[in-house]
């Protein structure tokens, strides 16, 4: 089986993996009570349905995608077979291999601890910020527009469209 084709089996099983863990949150989503529900306001179901819908259509198109479109990926999984981790590696050799995965563990932490205190807007793009780096893109100014812009987007949703209460932090003098 050729890389092309492991990447193409690969995603289609992660995309079936997250249409079924989005079909388990749209169902329990489904199930709260109808006595949390007021009326004229967004209810506690509706961040459950707005995510599992995101979650079923990424699962849906990884499970559909093209072919081709999982052919660039050749090379980098090409390089990681030719040269396998040695099995008896020290913890620092480890670590330095896998350093993003750590990096972002300590963003997702450093968010949850320091939101509350600095804001939603700025920690929000901060985390977005070091995921878009932390995933390979390297253009700066790629990376903060991004993140300004998913950043502005969650939070005309969720604060102006859905009317959730979002720490301000920081920012609360300017925007008020």
Same mark, same amino acid.
């Given at each position: 089986?050729? +890389? %092309?084709?492991?990447? /193409?089996?690969? $995603? #289609?099983?992660?995309?079936? &993996?997250?249409?079924?863990?989005?079909? !388990? @949150? *749209?169902?329990?989503?489904?199930?709260?009570?109808?006595?949390?529900?007021?009326?004229?306001?967004?209810?506690?179901?509706?961040?459950?349905?707005?995510?599992?819908?995101?979650?079923?259509?990424?699962?849906?198109?990884?499970?559909?995608?093209?072919?081709?479109?999982?052919?660039?990926?050749?090379?980098?999984?090409?390089?990681?077979?030719?040269?396998?981790?040695?099995?008896? +590696? %020290?913890?620092?050799? /480890?670590?330095? $291999? #896998?350093?993003?995965?750590? &990096?972002?563990?300590?963003?997702?932490? !450093? @968010? *949850?601890?320091?939101?509350?205190?600095?804001?939603?807007?700025?920690?929000?793009?901060?985390?977005?910020?070091?995921?878009?780096?932390?995933?390979?893109?390297?253009?700066?100014?790629?990376?903060?527009?991004?993140?300004?812009?998913?950043?502005?987007?969650?939070?005309?949703?969720?604060?102006?469209?859905?009317?959730?209460?979002?720490?301000?932090?920081?920012?609360?003098?300017?925007?008020?």
């Amino acid at each position: 089986m050729s +890389a %092309s084709a492991k990447g /193409r089996t690969r $995603a #289609q099983l992660e995309g079936l &993996a997250i249409l079924l863990v989005a079909g !388990g @949150y *749209l169902w329990e989503g489904h199930n709260v009570p109808d006595l949390f529900q007021m009326p004229g306001v967004p209810g506690p179901t509706t961040f459950p349905y707005i995510l599992g819908v995101i979650f079923a259509l990424t699962g849906l198109w990884l499970l559909v995608s093209p072919a081709d479109l999982f052919a660039r990926r050749q090379p980098a999984v090409e390089e990681r077979a030719a040269k396998p981790p040695a099995p008896a +590696a %020290s913890l620092g050799a /480890r670590l330095a $291999a #896998q350093w993003h995965f750590y &990096a972002m563990w300590i963003a997702i932490l !450093g @968010y *949850l601890a320091l939101m509350p205190s600095v804001g939603f807007p700025v920690a929000t793009f901060v985390l977005l910020a070091v995921f878009t780096f932390l995933l390979g893109e390297k253009r700066w100014w790629l990376v903060g527009s991004l993140a300004l812009v998913v950043t502005a987007v969650i939070h005309l949703g969720f604060g102006k469209g859905l009317n959730v209460r979002l720490p301000l932090g920081v920012l609360e003098s300017l925007l008020k």
